[in-house]
C-alpha cells in the first residue's frame, strides 16, 4: 500500500508557473505507475498526464501538452508536476495517483486506473 501527499498548489497569475510534487510513502515507489489528474468545479476529474515506472515513459493530455512536465525521483519517493505558462482553465484542484504495475512501460490515462489518490491540492490560476 502507498500513501500520497501532494504540495505546492496556490494562487498564480496567468503566465506564471507551479510545481506540484507528490510524495508516496512506502519502499516499492519505482514499481508504481503515475498519474496527475484534476478536477475544477462542477465537472468531472480529468486525465493531466501519467509517468512510467522509471519516469523515461510519459503522456499528456492534449490541453496541457507543451506547458506541462511530469518528472519522478524513485530516490525521493516523488514525483513532479511542473506546470508553465498557466492559464485560468488550469484552475483545479490537482491530484495524484498511483498504480502498482509490473509493466514497466505502463501509462494510466483514466482514473479508475490508480489505485491510490493523494487529497489533492488547490490551483488557481487568476486572468
Known amino acids: 500500500q502507498v500513501q500520497l501527499v501532494e504540495s505546492g498548489g496556490g494562487l498564480v497569475q496567468a503566465g506564471g508557473s507551479l510545481r506540484l510534487s507528490c510524495a508516496a510513502s512506502?519502499?516499492?515507489?519505482?514499481?508504481?505507475?503515475m498519474g496527475w489528474f484534476r478536477q475544477a468545479p462542477g465537472k468531472e476529474r480529468e486525465f493531466v498526464g501519467a509517468?512510467?515506472?522509471?519516469?523515461?515513459?510519459?503522456y499528456y493530455a492534449d490541453s496541457v501538452k507543451g506547458r506541462f512536465t511530469i518528472s519522478r525521483d524513485n530516490a525521493k519517493n516523488t514525483v513532479y508536476l511542473q506546470m508553465n505558462s498557466l492559464k485560468p482553465e488550469d484552475t483545479a484542484v490537482y491530484y495524484c495517483?498511483?498504480?502498482?504495475?509490473?509493466?514497466?512501460?505502463?501509462?494510466?490515462?483514466?482514473?479508475?486506473?490508480?489505485?491510490?489518490w493523494g487529497q489533492g491540492t488547490q490551483v488557481t490560476v487568476s486572468s
Open positions: 512506502g519502499r516499492t515507489f519505482s514499481s508504481y505507475a
Open positions: 495517483a498511483a498504480r502498482l504495475s509490473m509493466n514497466s512501460d505502463y501509462l494510466g490515462l483514466e482514473p479508475r486506473k490508480y489505485d491510490y
Open positions: 509517468i512510467n515506472l522509471s519516469g523515461g515513459r510519459t
